[in-house]
């Protein structure tokens, strides 16, 4: 499950859950977006906040486009 669909699994707008989670909507849409990774600190209580477990989430190392370019250099 993607960090987006457990939001909207969880009936949360993108505001709202920064708000419950903590941080700013820009930060959480980054993730969302796979431009950035949260703190082991913030998945948990994105986890936590969704009603999901961390296992639950999709968890990326690396973000898309940094693993899609080093695909095309490697």
């Known amino acids: 499950m993607t960090y987006r669909e457990a939001r909207e699994k969880a009936g949360l707008s993108l505001n709202e859950a920064a708000e419950k989670i903590g941080v700013t909507r820009v930060a959480l849409w980054l993730w969302e977006s796979g431009r950035g990774n949260p703190l082991v600190s913030n998945l948990t209580k994105m986890a936590e906040v969704y009603g ?7 968890i990326v190392a690396v973000p898309p486009q940094k693993q899609q370019k080093e695909e095309t250099n490697g």
């Not at 999901?52 to 999709?58: I, N, Q, Y």
Request: net charge neutral; hydrophobic share 55%.
């Open 52 to 58: 999901v477990t961390v296992a639950k989430l999709d």
